[in-house]
């Protein structure tokens, strides 16, 4: 029993998950060959933001997110195409792994998130025929709809204020209101996974 407590203890730390799929994927050096689009659904579908301070009967997952800053985005540009939409919808794919951190954490435990993060998000868009890094232009669009999205979440489902998550986030963007209760109520994990899914191939056949 020592003898194999000692070889436990002398292996190298494992760095890689095993997916539902059956592919590991290795955090250290993730391939776009291990990546796929059921795995990434399914993990951010089951991932809170907020960390799960959000009021209602199911988490606000980070699939729903994805979309809701779609959403957003396309009805400000009054349209997207197909690429920026497939990154859009994919700008917070690692958190499939890695979970969502949220940002006063990231800034506690430093960079090391990051770099983690980054590597992921290159083998993703890489995995799905998106640039390594996007166009400076198409990552302000994102950022910009990324934080409409959250001013609305943090308002409707977090207890901000509107003062408050107008100093954090920037203005509130501008949704039909079925729409934005549509977005804004959370879905149960199922329901945020096959509309993730379903979002994504339709953007493969336009």
Known sequence: MAMIKASARGAAPRAWQRMLSGRRLDLLDPSPLDIEIEDIAHGLARVARWNGQTRGDHIFSVAQHTL???????????????????????????????????????????????????????????????????PAETAAIIKAADRGAAFLEATTLAGFSAAEARRLFGPRPALPAAVESDYLTPWPADTAKRRFLQHFNELQTD
């Open 68 to 134: 809701l800053t779609e959403e957003i985005a396309r009805r400000r540009n009054r349209g997207s195409d197909r690429r920026l939409a497939l990154a859009l919808l994919l700008h917070d794919a690692p958190e499939y792994v890695i979970g969502d951190m949220i940002s006063p954490f990231k800034v506690v435990i430093g960079g090391a998130y990051k770099a983690v993060e980054q590597r992921l998000l290159e083998a993703i868009h890489l995995r799905f025929g998106l640039p390594r890094a996007l």
